[in-house]
């Protein structure tokens, strides 16, 4: 059995395998694909003290600090389960078992898409995800915020700081966000907000994303948006769906309940980065939360009787 298993091999994951390794306990890694979400972005510029770098660098970066240290490594494979005996277990699709005497939970989360034509193929050429990453690649253009909910709103109001002018499609007829956001929002200049709008494609000039088509959906009348920049806000979604049947507690969101150690509610489970309630997801946040979790997963095991 480990002593640490970590579950999935993003920032969070891979902070908290080297945290674990350095104490020189049997730590492991297991992850549908390492580098998560890091892998699908192109330009970071807000990790600090490194002021420009892409996914797949960072990515290749993080692998090989990992595997500077003594941590068995398993890619390509899902957990399905997790449960508590006298160890603890998680459940791999393939059928597989891993022993461990601590997890720490590292799943990270996806961006819900809008699934419409050009919006995959303009991923980093203008359709963007996270307004804190990305909004200063469009300081002083155009840009559309895809969803009124309190991200999409909050997106607006930090974008209408650095770009020309944001406008916001909202599929209903009202705006989901908190009222003193949406009042916010409402008192900028360049913000624009457009209600009972469903959005049908991003349009591209084969390199980067010009706009966007959407149907107005009280007149049935399709209308296009010109935008260098589109923010998809519709939902960050959790990897949890694998806990659901665990005794994990999860917030209504379907986010790991964590508090400031990165311990669960259950004794020896950990978690850590964008599968939490941790406020904020970013690759430095999830950095910090991946050590964190590692240091108290090794207090609660020099603190137990080894089976
Ligand atoms: P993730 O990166 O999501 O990693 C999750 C890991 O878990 C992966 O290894 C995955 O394969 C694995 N996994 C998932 N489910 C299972 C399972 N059931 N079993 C086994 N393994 C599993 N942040 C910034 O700070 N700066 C940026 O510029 C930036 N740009 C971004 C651009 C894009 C397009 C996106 C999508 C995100 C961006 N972010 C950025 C956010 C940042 O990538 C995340 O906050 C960060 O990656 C979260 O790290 P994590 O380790 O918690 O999760």
Redesign the pocket.
Known sequence: PYEVLV????????SAAIYAARKGIRTGV?????????M??V?????ISVPYTE?PKLVANLEQHVKDYDVDIVTE????SLKQGEYIEIGLESGATLKTRSVIL??????KEMQVPGELEY??KGV???P???GPLFKGKKVAVIGGGNSGIEAAIDLAGIVESVTVLEFGDTLKADQVLQTKARSLKNVEIITNAMTTEVRGDGQKAVGLTYTDRTSGESKQLDAAGIFVQIGLVP?TE?LKNSDVELSRFGEIEIDNRGATNLPGVFA????TTVPY??????MG??STAALSAFDHLIRTPSP
């Open positions: 579950v999935g091999g993003g920032p969070a994951g891979a297991v992850a549908e694909r390492f580098g998560g979400q890091v699908d972005t330009g970071i510029e807000n990790f996914g494979q899902m957990a399905a590292a799943t990270g989360a996806r961006w991923r980093g963007a995800y996270c804190h990453c990305d990897n694998w850590a980065g964008d599968a997801k970013q690759i430095i946040i999830a939360a991946g």
